[in-house]
């Protein structure tokens, strides 16, 4: 019985499972770099955030992960688009209104990325490179400069810019849904976790050896 009551204990402090929302929502700014996206864990099928150029948020980076295939798509008041990378910040997809839609959407292989909203005035800085539009097709080779028309050879993301110049006070709020939600993300428990756990154990262990 005093068993029982431990483990009853250690349950419903830590609990069996970790659950998530199926919506979850930008924290603050999720940031235009690598260092400053937003996680996401698992089970999310859909994210709600918002752009607003007047505070030089031209960009919103979310790192996320699929364990099967998965089509993404934006809907908002403003023109979107969607550029995707890897955990490095090299671009693997993008879109702009694709297929005449006002609706972005990237189709993708299971793996870990890096989703990237921006509008049709944001700059997207690659390497040093800025690049300032989109074609309405998906692939790597969407986005496009004057001098460049392939992402290849260029560096990781490392920003993003105001290609209206301030003359456009763009801001408004959008959402990004999943076909499949994301997958879970493993936490390492913290020291002071482990050690709780540590005693609920040794306690477990004290009392089979009761007589």
């Known amino acids: 019985m005093e068993i029982t009551k431990y483990v009853a204990m250690i349950l419903a402090i830590f609990g069996t499972s970790v659950t998530h929302a199926a919506l979850i929502v930008e924290v603050g700014d999720a940031g235009d770099t690598i260092g400053a996206a937003q996680s996401v864990g698992g089970g999310v099928d859909s994210i709600s955030g918002a752009l607003d150029f007047s505070a030089e948020d031209y960009l919103d980076l979310f790192a996320v992960s699929f364990s099967s295939s998965v089509t993404a798509t934006v809907s908002s008041i403003l023109d979107t688009e969607f550029l995707v990378t890897d955990t490095a910040g090299f ?33 997207y800085l690659l390497g040093g490179v800025e690049l300032i539009a989109f074609n309405d097709n998906q692939g790597r080779d969407n986005i496009t400069n004057l001098f460049f028309s392939d992402t290849a050879g260029l560096g990781p993301l490392t920003g993003s810019s105001d290609l209206s110049f301030g003359f456009f006070d763009l801001s408004g709020t959008y959402t990004i849904q999943f076909s499949s939600p994301t997958s879970p993300q493993i936490t390492v428990p913290a020291p002071a976790t482990l050690g709780l756990i540590g005693v609920g154990l040794i306690g477990l262990r004290r009392l089979r050896h009761q007589p």
Request: no cysteine.
């Open 91 to 123: 671009v693997v997809a993008s879109d702009d209104d694709s297929g005449g839609s006002s609706q972005p959407s990237v189709d993708l292989a299971a793996g870990s990325y890096l989703f990237g909203v921006g509008t049709d005035f944001t700059g």
